[in-house]
């Protein structure tokens, strides 16, 4: 087990934008950290108050990823700074099919293990899922060809975007259980009242009844979930890096750029 060194505080203080936080600041292998204050990650930006852009304006964001589908971007639609300028990255379609605040065809009573098992086949399906490997693509071409901050979004900021986040880092050289750590860090968030706010009336719509159980699993993450996907990765691929290197672009010459840009 790696022994982490204590990381300065990573999440900014927001009133309507759930887990806004910097995924920098982790040792890579060889020497060095990630650098701060250039990879940022949140969920979507529908409630975000006069103050959390001003946060956002002032961090110098160039590049937005919003892993979001069509739908859901329609639905929540993200304010803006009367000065915003920042690239936004989407897809021109859907990126999931069920997302977990939207809750499913099933209508039935959820119980914490089914709301488990759904958030497992999240990640089982995300390694093919095609839009998810073309945002994917995608976010490492922006950040090796553009300039200044960036920050992924989805909805939670918690699936797509911890999946997109883990990625990086293991790109760069961060050991595993640092990669786990900054996932889980959703758990800690301060602003789980933003999320519960924005998905539990959808859920308690949708289901016969919800465990509270139930609703941590769906609206937080497990140490398994992030697991999944790389296992599913490394048993169809060989290795993350051989996924990385063949279906998402990140060959050795990218991924040298990438670490000259942000490890330092």
């Not at 103050?51 to 990823?65: E, M, S």
């Not at 009844?209 to 996907?229: F, Q, W």
């Amino acid at each position: 087990m790696m022994i982490r060194e204590t990381r300065p505080d990573p999440f900014l203080p927001t009133e309507g934008i759930h887990n806004l936080r910097d995924y920098g600041g982790y040792a890579v292998t060889g020497g060095g950290r990630v650098k701060t204050g250039l990879l940022y990650r949140s969920g979507q930006h529908m409630e975000a108050s006069d103050g959390d852009l001003d946060t956002l304006h002032n961090l110098d964001i160039r590049t937005i990823i919003d892993f979001r589908g069509k739908s859901e971007r329609s639905s929540f639609p993200c304010r803006r700074h009367d000065a915003f300028t920042s690239e936004v990255i989407a897809y021109d379609g859907e990126t999931t099919s069920s997302p977990p605040h939207e809750g499913g065809l099933d209508k039935s009573d959820m119980t914490a293990e089914k709301a488990r098992q759904r958030m497992l086949s999240v990640y089982t399906r995300m390694p093919v899922n095609p839009a998810m490997i073309d945002m994917f693509a995608q976010y490492f071409g922006a950040l090796d060809s553009r300039d200044g901050a960036s920050l992924i979004h989805c909805f939670a900021g918690k699936d797509r975007t911890g999946v997109a986040a883990s990625l990086l880092l293991h790109t760069l050289g961060v050991h595993h259980d640092d990669i786990v750590h900054e996932f889980l860090l959703t758990n800690e968030a301060p602003t789980q009242h933003i999320l519960e706010r924005q998905s539990l009336p959808r859920m308690e719509a949708h289901y016969d009844s919800i465990e509270p159980g139930a609703v941590r699993n769906l609206i937080g993450v497990l140490p398994e979930y992030i697991d999944t996907y790389f296992a599913e990765v490394t048993r169809d691929h060989g290795s993350i890096d051989t996924y990385l290197a063949q279906i998402l672009g990140v060959d050795e010459a990218r991924k040298a750029r990438l670490i000259e840009r942000y490890v330092g």
